[in-house]
């Protein structure tokens, strides 16, 4: 088996190591977000790593596996109804908005040109004031606090769906 098999086997050995992967993650965690996270993450991996293999369609893997192109598609078919594909496209629909905005972020801080005043340059930067400093460490320190220990956030969460019901 060359790396040529492997990559046509891609979609397969993704699906497997997702189902290992919640396995561990649920021994770890008893967690519905966290397998379901996981899930479609595995799920999401192995649905892009269709398009790589379909190139190499057909071929001949082993004596009993054959990967053609219908094999191909009916994967991609599995992987998609399996996976909530409303999630899927949320997913790919935020990923490039944030992508975005961090691209945004990076183009303004390289393409600033500074000012030229009689020969002098002077610079664009400004200094921030008191407010907007405490409002960034306020906003770091949420951050931080919510990525840590996530607890109360979830909870309050669960109470606010609660109320809809």
Do not use: C
């Amino acid at each position: 088996m060359n790396a040529a098999d492997t990559l046509a086997l891609l979609p397969l050995i993704l699906i497997a190591a997702a189902a290992v992967i919640v396995m561990l993650g649920i021994a770890y965690k008893r967690s519905h977000a966290l397998a379901a996270a996981l899930t479609l993450v595995g799920l999401a991996a192995a649905f892009i790593s269709v398009d790589a293999a379909v190139p190499l369609a057909p071929r001949q893997v082993t004596s009993l596996l054959f990967v053609d192109r219908y094999a191909l598609f009916y994967i991609g078919l599995i992987i998609f109804s399996a996976a909530a594909w409303p999630l899927i496209i949320i997913l790919v629909v935020t990923s490039v908005a944030g992508l975005f905005y961090y691209l945004r972020v990076v183009v303004a801080l390289y393409s600033a040109q500074p000012e030229h005043v009689a020969g002098q340059v002077v610079s664009t930067r400004q200094e921030a004031d008191g407010s907007g400093v405490f409002m960034l460490a306020v906003l770091a320190i949420l951050l931080i606090w919510f990525g840590v220990y996530p607890t109360p956030l979830l909870h309050l969460i669960r109470i606010t769906m609660a109320s809809f019901n």
